[in-house]
């Protein structure tokens, strides 16, 4: 697995989809292992459109040795670098009838233990008991996210659509976008396979419309200490 190209394609570009990192039978005990899962607790979303599981690594700690296997700690060393740990992780079930749309955005918040006044950290929220805040640019540009597959994913279920580059320009406000300057990709990626990006890249999905569910696991990483008492509420090494 050759990873400089797909490091100067994050680097450059914001994103990158790296297939075959993980095997059919990896998938299918990583998807047992949500199945049978107590769904009634808080971190739990369940609507007709969507299911999902906030704090996922944390909920169904059994899944950490099936994701954390050989092909993604050697992208987490050579690519992100040797301190970055999980700090973040969702589970996303959009179902195979889901009209879930999601409009393009940047991800940009962190997930915290706590709430403390600090310079150049805010707006805040809290869900779910959780507190998530957006802290200084320099710690957004900083993070990694890798999206694992448990479905083929394209345009049809709900794949994600990118605004290459867009993850260097800063804060960058959805309703800015100069279509006649900037282009949208839309990344197709194969069951078992990875889109890794950075949260300032401006992403988004369409609809469902063949009628095929697509099941995310989404891990944030950061080698970032945060200041004075705050600590990233999921970290995991």
Known sequence: ????????????????????????????RITDAIQNI??????????EDLFAIRQFLKEIPEVNELIFNENIKKIIKEVFGDKYAAVKSIYFDKPEKSNWYVAYHQDLTISVDKKLELPNFGPWTTKQNQFAVQ?????????????????????NNGALKVVPQSHA?????????????????????????????????????NRTTNGKKRRVIHIEFSDRELPEELNWSERMN
């Open 1 to 28: 697995m050759n990873l400089q190209h797909h490091k100067n394609s994050i680097s450059e570009n914001g994103f990158t989809v790296i297939n075959t990192i993980f095997s059919d039978d990896e998938i299918d």
């Open 38 to 47: 107590d769904t009634s607790k808080d971190t739990f979303r369940k609507s």
């Open 135 to 155: 802290p200084p640019l320099d710690i957004l540009e900083n993070i990694f996210t890798i999206r694992i597959h448990l479905d083929d994913t394209d345009e």
């Open 169 to 205: 320009k800063g804060i960058y406000r959805p309703e800015t976008i100069d279509w006649s300057v900037e282009t949208e990709k839309i990344c197709n990626v194969e069951k078992g396979g990875v889109m890794i990006m950075k949260p300032l890249l401006l992403h988004g999905s």
